[in-house]
Nanobody, 123 residues
């Protein structure tokens, strides 16, 4: 069992930045691909970004490409999502997830999920 805890959400003005963190409980963290998802009120959960276990492969949703960066520090069992140039439409609860591959995450699969952190972008 892997426990994931997100942090770093908050309220920010449009154009601002936030960095989300997701800390994992298990030392086998480095064997998992990690991903970020988000869910806005009244909408389905959507894929945001994913990173392979080594960090060598990253994938992004078109809506965040060029603005968001996913990274990981396996020594700290933590994955990050740097969000720049935030827009009101980025407002959502952001979740991190772990799975075997970035391809699985890309289609919404996740073996383990965090509880989410709220990001609100004001216009």
């Amino acid at each position: 069992q892997v426990q994931l805890v997100e942090s770093g959400g908050g309220l920010v003005q449009a154009g601002g930045s936030l960095r989300l963190s997701c800390a994992a409980s298990k030392r086998t963290f480095s064997s998992y691909a990690m991903g970020w998802f988000r869910q806005a009120p009244g909408k389905e959960r959507e894929f945001v970004a994913a990173i392979s276990w080594s960090g060598g492969v990253t994938q992004y949703a078109d809506s965040v490409k060029g603005r968001f960066t996913i990274s990981r520090d396996n020594a700290k069992n933590t994955v990050y999502l740097q969000m720049n140039s935030l827009k009101p439409e980025d407002t959502a609860v952001y979740y991190c997830a772990a799975d075997d591959t970035t391809s699985n995450l890309r289609v919404g699969s996740g073996d383990y999920w965090g509880q989410g952190t709220q990001v609100t972008v004001s216009s």
